[in-house]
């Protein structure tokens, strides 16, 4: 077709036609585009050279929900740091992992090193949710929300902003060196350059508070720390995003070898109609659709997976379930006046159920994912339940174990002990400390003249604690120190044991 009367599709069609090889028209308006996919099944091996992949861009449901989702996740990433939250006391940055003070704080919630369990009860909700979502959709995390999809659509977004879409990088790779070329790697480079360290400047204002090290940074006073944690982010995210990007998902990542695990038979995957689509073979306006399949070998799939592989050749451990190739496919599909869908997200069931003709409908509910959504709910309600029932008053004992007790000269024995009390409260208090269970027992703390410690707001303050007592008749007793707050007289008390000689 002489490329003067070429119609506007038509030139639309011909960008997925590779750089070296001509275009082969398969159909009216659509251009096959004479490639293979770079991880083919047939020849997948993993020892040979790395074969770069230069997805195509594609329009359509998926990659408009793909760049909604890229902006709210970079959105929240680069947004979050820099909100305020006022606790009257403390920090006022709603998200920081406060590390000096060894506390995490999340807006109105905060956790203490004595309540790791509620972090480890989050990883724990967050790993289900994943199985969940992975049993009903596949790799939608893969392909959506991980960050290492994200940052490679975003350096992609730049390489194509650059140097063109696939057929001009193509073109581009191949040009020798000269001034355009070189000037559009520095600028690509450049810029995937400044969005590392943005990531990496990002990631350490969790850590501190964002607008002083903001400041710190500015003027060179920035820790040491700090800027080798911003380096090294800044590596990775260059690294992994634009230098190796579907190498990190096939062989660095370990979830593609354990999401197979999660699909079942009624899990909602990214595939391949074949039973709609064979036998494939090109096809003319006009010509008859019987005794053939709807796929047109275009190979627009292929182009636009950006992890180089073709959809056709089934459920590949590689397909991170983006969906592009569904855009993709459908848009070859409305051009030649087919039924859309070729390519779509099916179950395994209605595969099978379809060979037969019929139908089988997708079943949302069962064993494996109410097991998930109970597991997930009933953490959520004991997550809940903790951070609501918690006090603002912890005390932990240790006793000391050497030496355990001391003989005075009046014949009475020494015990000692250090407190530790934990005031969650955002005021300073004091706790006036008692014992019971050891008869005429005396108690000091040392550095006080009275039995009363204060502890500042959201602190925790050690104090050494001497007990002296008659010396038990069995070598040891039972016995229980006691804090009480003498604003609102809550008490926590810890068993612990009075030591002395042995009979």
Not at 254 to 272: H, K, N
Not at 312 to 338: F, S, T, Y
Request: hydrophobic share 40%; glycine share 6%; net charge positive.
């Amino acid at each position: 077709m002489p490329d003067d009367k070429m119609t506007k599709l038509e030139a639309l069609a011909r960008e997925a036609v590779d750089a070296v090889k001509p275009g082969v028209e398969v159909a009216e308006g659509v251009q096959r585009a004479d490639v293979d996919a770079v991880n083919r099944k047939e020849e997948r091996s993993l020892y040979q050279r790395r074969a770069r992949i230069h997805p195509k861009r594609a329009y359509g449901t998926f990659r408009q929900l793909k760049w909604l989702i890229m902006v709210m996740t970079l959105g929240v990433y680069y947004v979050t740091p820099w909100l305020r939250w006022d606790r009257g006391t403390g920090p006022d940055q709603a998200v920081l992992l406060d590390l000096p003070n060894r506390k995490f704080y999340f807006f109105f919630v905060e956790i203490w090193p004595q309540e790791i369990y509620l972090l480890t009860g989050i990883l724990i909700i967050s790993a289900l949710a994943l199985f969940l979502f992975t049993s009903l959709f596949g790799r939608v995390w893969c392909g959506y929300s991980c960050p290492q999809t994200v940052w490679t659509d975003l350096f992609i977004a730049v390489e194509r902003y650059i140097e063109g879409d696939r057929n001009a990088r193509i073109r581009l790779d191949k040009t020798p060196w000269n001034f355009s070329k070189l000037s559009k790697k520095f600028s690509k480079h450049s810029v995937w350059l400044i969005i590392s360290v943005m990531t990496g400047g990002a990631w350490v204002f969790y850590f501190r508070d964002a607008p002083t090290l903001l400041v710190e940074l500015a003027t060179f006073q920035a820790p040491m720390a700090a800027l080798l944690f911003i380096g090294i982010f800044a590596f990775t995210t260059y690294a992994l995003g634009g230098l190796m990007r579907e190498q990190v998902c096939i062989y660095m990542c370990p979830w593609p070898r354990i999401q197979g695990a999660m699909f079942d038979e009624d899990s909602l995957l990214v595939t391949y109609r074949d039973q709609r689509g064979e036998p494939r073979a090109a096809h003319k306006k006009g010509e008859s659709w019987e005794n053939r399949g709807d796929c047109i070998r275009c190979r627009q799939c292929v182009v636009v997976c950006p992890m180089g592989i073709d959809i056709r050749d089934g459920p590949q451990l590689e397909c991170i379930h983006c969906a592009l190739c569904i855009d993709a496919c459908n848009a070859v599909m409305a051009k030649i006046g087919r039924p859309p869908n070729l390519i779509g997200y099916e179950t395994f069931r209605n595969l099978e159920a379809s060979k037969a003709g019929d139908y089988a409908p997708v079943r949302f509910f069962r064993p494996r994912v109410i097991v998930y959504g109970v597991l997930i709910g009933a953490l959520s309600l004991l997550m809940v339940y903790a951070l609501l029932s918690r006090d603002t008053l912890t005390l932990s004992i240790l006793r000391d174990r050497n030496p355990l007790f001391v003989t005075l000269s009046d014949g009475t024995v020494r015990n000692g002990y250090t407190l530790k009390i934990i005031n969650r409260a955002h005021e300073t208090r004091s706790f006036r400390v008692s014992i019971t269970g050891v008869s005429s027992s005396k108690l000091a703390i040392v550095g006080e003249r009275e039995a009363i410690v204060q502890v500042s707001a959201d602190d925790i303050r050690s104090a050494k604690v001497f007990v002296s007592g008659p010396p038990p008749a069995d070598g040891k007793q039972s016995m229980t120190i006691t804090v009480t707050d003498m604003k609102d007289q809550r008490t926590v008390g810890e068993a612990t044991t009075f030591r002395g000689p042995e009979k």
